[in-house]
T-cell receptor, first 112, second 112 residues
Framework: RKEVEQDPGPFNVPEGATVAFNCTYSNSASQSFFWYRQDCRKEPKLLMSVYSSGNEDGRFTAQLNRASQYISLLIRDSKLSDSATYLCVVNMRTGGYQKVTFGIGTKLQVIP | NAGVTQTPKFQVLKTGQSMTLQCAQDMNHEYMSWYRQDPGMGLRLIHYSVGAGITDQGEVPNGYNVSRSTTEDFPLRLLSAAPSQTSVYFC???????????FGSGTRLTVV
């Protein structure tokens, strides 16, 4: 089983729709979690951290479910500009090093 | 504030050639990493550093060397380029273990 798994998509959704992505992780010792956005042929950019209590940033909501070992990203009122690949990232402390594992990303295409 | 600067943006090498990918950050971040990104495989860690003078291997270190003589700079050296090293390389930095990375804009490397 991969350490971090994401459905690569693509998810094709109409403008204004609500879309959700999940990301599962295999190691229960994972400590911190992030969502990144990556546009085509660009670098990943931090979208938001994911906190245990869940957190919201405008149209974006991130949640963590430690019992089932997944994180989610909800995008409301999708815009054309939301089209990108969304990477989930899991940090886990192993010995003296914090291992950072990236998922392969979920591609979102918002269509007019 | 430039953030993380990578050079060059594009490079074509012949098999067996060596080269150095440059990475510099101006945010006084202690943690720096090199990743490669290949289709369907996500970002994979090559080498990382937790401060000047301290480096260690990541997931796919073979064929690469790094050094960290200053906080700002973290060059990646390809010792003898192979076609399997054709990839997009990203340098990233972060202030501490619990925050997300800031990425450079990447180097697209082709080895022929």
């Amino acid at each position: 089983r991969k350490e971090v798994e994401q459905d690569p998509g693509p998810f094709n959704v109409p403008e204004g729709a609500t879309v959700a992505f999940n990301c599962t992780y295999s190691n229960s010792a994972s400590q911190s979690f992030f969502w990144y956005r990556q546009d085509c042929r660009k670098e990943p950019k931090l979208l938001m951290s994911v906190y245990s209590s869940g957190n919201e940033d405008g149209r974006f909501t991130a949640q963590l479910n430690r019992a089932s070992q997944y994180i989610s990203l909800l995008i409301r009122d999708s815009k054309l500009s939301d089209s990108a690949t969304y990477l989930c990232v899991v940090n886990m402390r192993t010995g003296g090093y914090q291992k950072v594992t990236f998922g392969i990303g979920t591609k979102l295409q918002v269509i007019p | 504030n430039a953030g993380v600067t990578q050079t060059p943006k594009f490079q074509v090498l012949k098999t067996g050639q060596s080269m150095t990918l440059q990475c510099a950050q101006d945010m006084n971040h202690e943690y720096m990493s090199w990743y490669r990104q290949d289709p369907g495989m996500g970002l994979r860690l090559i080498h990382y550093s937790v401060g000047a003078g301290i480096t260690d291997q990541g997931e796919v270190p073979n064929g690469y060397n790094v050094s960290r003589s200053t906080t700002e700079d973290f060059p990646l050296r390809l010792l003898s380029a192979a076609p399997s090293q054709t990839s997009v390389y990203f340098c990233a930095s972060r202030a501490d273990r619990e925050v997300g990375y800031t990425f450079g804009s990447g180097t697209r490397l082709t080895v022929v």
